[in-house]
């Protein structure tokens, strides 16, 4: 399985972005999907997450009311939609499945099995 994330861009504080993560190969209905994000000089740290048939999601407490993970199983794809960004949310973002945990959100990076190769949000004026 392969994840391929987009979406990433220049954004002035305030607007929106919506990225999108898809995979190819692999059962995707049967993958627990995350965002996570790397700012420069900081480690890298959970953004969200959805469950298998999204009755689940989980976000931080710096995106909670802001930020909206989803997923469309048919498509294979899972996306993340960002409002009233800030400075602060500048990062390259990293989408993230996890195979065989079940029908549940997951927080922590070491529990996620395969990566996508990451796409940059910058959020200035």
């Known amino acids: 399985v392969q994840l391929q994330a987009c979406g990433g861009g220049l954004v002035q504080p305030g607007g929106s972005l919506r990225l999108s993560c898809a995979a190819s190969?692999?059962?995707?209905?049967?993958?627990?999907m995350g965002w996570f994000r790397q700012a420069p000089e900081k480690e890298r740290e959970f953004v969200a997450a959805?469950?298998?048939?999204?009755?689940?999601?989980h976000y931080s407490d710096s995106v909670k009311g802001r930020f909206t993970i989803s997923r469309d199983n048919a498509k294979k794809t899972v996306y993340l939609q960002m409002n009233s960004l800030k400075p602060e949310d500048t990062a390259v973002y990293y989408c993230?499945?996890?195979?065989?945990?079940?029908?549940?959100?997951?927080?922590?990076?070491?529990?996620?099995?395969?990566w996508g190769q990451g796409t940059q949000v910058t959020v200035s004026s």
């Open positions: 993230a499945l996890e195979a065989s945990s079940g029908n549940q959100v997951l927080v922590g990076e070491r529990e996620y099995d395969v």
């Open positions: 959805i469950s298998w048939t999204s009755t689940h999601t």
């Open positions: 190969g692999g059962t995707f209905s049967r993958y627990v």
